[in-house]
């Protein structure tokens, strides 16, 4: 995984193509420049408080996660046994 910046135009552009209907390919890129834009960039001790355990860092759990193969199973569990 690797992360792209993408401009709220494109990203409007990118879901109206793929028919996401206008009004609410706007409202989600709002909600998303909202994520972004630094606003929410304090942490908290929530997950601490909520699970009873430090949080984990993002990247470790990928790593940790991908080498399972978890993510290269069919949708719809054909590959399982």
Not at 69 to 81: L, Y
């Amino acid at each position: 995984m690797r992360y792209l910046p993408v401009t709220p135009e494109r990203f409007v552009s990118s879901l109206t193509r793929r028919g996401v209907p206008a009004e609410y390919a706007t409202d989600l890129t709002s909600l998303m420049v909202e994520v972004f834009d630094g606003r929410r960039a304090n942490t908290t001790d929530t997950v601490e408080r909520v699970l009873g355990r430090p949080p984990r860092d993002f990247t470790d759990h990928v790593r940790k996660t991908a080498v399972t193969g978890i993510w290269n199973a069919h949708p719809e569990g054909r590959d399982q046994v």
